[in-house]
């Protein structure tokens, strides 16, 4: 495949560039296994960025423990992600994906806690954690 993300590289630049997990994750809308990430337990302070182009995607004041096995957050960072209509699981989900190379993420769900009442269900592998006070990894 030779499609071109939104960021500019090709499908194969990818690739090259992610752990294959976080590339089937990111380009290939997979889902890894529940409980499997350790930024599940990540309770530091810091932003949590898109694993592929780095776009910083949540603040760790966003995160919360949903019980589902994936890191969840009730709100991005405003224009962060963007959202699409999914079907792949029969009834319709909104999936979302970062703003600037298109990696999925996870999806969104009505469910989380105030004050936006949203759960962002993310895919760990999407993404990468940076402590609060080091610098953002550049891509």
Partial sequence: MTETSPAGKKSEEWRALLPA?????L????TEPPGSSPLNHEKGAGT???????LPLFESAT?????TGWPSFFAPIEGSVG?????????????????????HQGHVFPD?????????????VALLFVPEGEPLPER
């Fill in 48 to 54: 949590f960025v898109c694993a592929a182009c780095h």
């Fill in 21 to 25: 997990e976080s590339f089937a994750v």
């Fill in 83 to 103: 959202t699409k209509r999914d079907f792949r699981m029969i009834l319709p989900r909104t999936e979302y994906h970062c703003a600037r190379c298109a990696g």
């Fill in 112 to 124: 989380g806690p105030q004050p936006t009442g949203k759960r962002y269900c993310n895919n760990g």
């Fill in 27 to 30: 380009f290939r809308e997979a």
């Fill in 63 to 67: 995160k919360y423990e949903s019980g």
